[in-house]
């Protein structure tokens, strides 16, 4: 079965850090990589998402995500963090089934961004 | 106005009582989702639906129905609220590729 870790639970950074989010998952074949962002109070919104060629891919607000098969990963980077970008994170996987398709969540991390 | 609508946003309601959370679309998607998020434990999915004759459990289905009145509708029912049920609820739809999910602004049921 598919399963998506986030090692974070909390992360601080200050304004003008870059930022490392980290995602692990675990499934069978290529997966479908997502970053969902939910800021207080709001739902979620796509950053990013990878289904196959570059590994490296540009989102929106600034993020990109590296997809690396050998580690099982999609970490979330952003060079420069803004005060705005407090918020939850959630990394998902998705996978086409004979019945369909669903996103499997991480359990999220939240980001806490210090003057 | 949003592509995707949750009512109502807030709800109290006591044990034992039957509660239906509604969400609309304007996106013309044939796929929607329920989920529910808990502090901590991210988002789970309760049911899908990939036309109005679709209907699927999800990962945690138990205490929870659903109705695809329409392609644009899809309701969650709690029959019997118990306070377990106390959390977020999300909307979301898909277009048939599932490529994307667009999420709804969620509904924060309290069960007391």
């Known amino acids: 079965a598919q399963s998506v870790t986030q090692p974070d639970i909390h992360i601080t950074v200050s304004e003008g850090a870059s930022l490392e989010l980290r995602c692990n998952y675990s499934?069978?074949?290529?997966?479908?990589l997502f970053w969902y962002v939910q800021s207080p109070g709001q739902g979620l919104q796509l950053l990013l998402k990878?289904?196959?060629?570059?590994?490296l891919v540009q989102g929106i607000k600034g993020f990109e995500a590296e997809f690396k098969r050998s580690q099982s990963s999609f970490n979330l980077r952003k060079p420069s963090v803004h005060w705005s970008d407090a918020a939850e994170y959630f990394c998902?996987?998705?996978?086409?089934?004979?019945?369909?398709?669903?996103?499997?969540f991480g359990k999220g991390t939240s980001l806490l961004v210090t003057p | 106005d949003a592509d995707v609508t949750q009512t109502p946003r807030n709800r109290i309601t006591k044990t034992g009582k039957r509660i239906m959370l509604e969400c609309s679309q304007t996106k013309g998607h044939d796929r929607m989702y329920w989920y529910r998020q808990d502090p901590g434990l991210g988002l789970r999915l309760i049911y899908y639906?990939?036309?109005?004759?679709?209907?699927n459990k999800g990962e945690i289905s138990d205490g929870y129905s659903v109705s695809r009145q329409a392609q644009a509708k899809f309701s969650l029912s709690l029959e019997s609220a118990i306070p377990n049920q106390t959390a977020l609820y999300f909307c979301a739809t898909s277009d048939w590729t599932g490529n994307e999910q667009f999420f709804g602004p969620g509904t924060r049921l309290t069960v007391l």
């Open positions: 499934y069978g074949a290529t997966p479908y």
């Open positions: 998902a996987v998705g996978a086409n089934s004979n019945s369909g398709y669903a996103l499997n």
């Open positions: 990878y289904f196959s060629g570059d590994t």
């Open positions: 639906s990939f036309d109005v004759k679709d209907i």
